[in-house]
């Protein structure tokens, strides 16, 4: 059986400040890149084994990716499929702003120019339906968003809305998931 690794990116501003980020393209704050190193020497030193890395095109998470790859001289790739939901008209907003956290609970709300979360799930489970049928042959560390990381486990757990809409993972914090 199959199985893949899940890292989300380093600290950015934005997660300093408690903005929503989405798919608005935030850079890595020193602390972030601190963090990107570290999770490399960290794959290293637990002998965390993987065949390639495929991180979002966000900054982000491209460069928390390509630190690990330098660390693990395992080759990186951009996967589309793997940037962050769009929040739309919410983007930059306070994280825990009331109007935002009532829109969530509307899977289908594409937040005024945004994507709907259910929108985000299709492209995360069809990436995921792919490397399952490539996972005989490969293991893939992800690089990505905590909402990313949200669908990826809801792919492999059940979780009610509450439990989806609370879940969320630390920078940088390495999650394994069989299939």
């Not at 990107?36 to 095109?57: N, R, Y």
């Not at 956290?101 to 990436?127: H, P, V, W």
């Not at 990313?148 to 394994?176: H, P, Q, W």
């Amino acid at each position: 059986m199959g199985h893949l690794y899940f890292v989300r990116h380093g600290q950015s501003r934005w997660n300093v400040e408690n903005k929503i980020c989405g798919a608005t393209d935030i850079e890595l704050t020193p602390e972030g890149h601190r963090q990107a190193i570290e999770t490399g020497e960290k794959i290293l030193e637990e002998g965390i084994q993987f065949d390639e890395i495929l991180c979002s095109p966000l900054k982000r998470a491209h460069d928390t990716a390509l630190h690990i790859s330098e660390m693990t001289k395992i080759p990186c790739r951009i996967e589309e499929r793997l940037i962050e939901q769009n929040f739309g008209r919410y983007e930059g907003r306070a994280r825990n702003d009331a109007e935002f956290q009532k829109a969530k609970s509307c899977f289908t709300d594409s937040y005024q120019g945004g994507e709907s979360m259910m929108k985000m799930a299709q492209r995360i489970y069809n990436l995921l339906d792919d490397l399952r049928e490539e996972s005989g042959e490969k293991t893939y560390l992800l690089v990505a968003h905590n909402g990313i990381a949200r669908v990826v486990k809801s792919y492999f757990e059940d979780m009610t809305n509450e439990a989806y809409a609370a879940f969320g993972i630390d920078n940088c914090e390495i999650l394994r998931f069989d299939f």
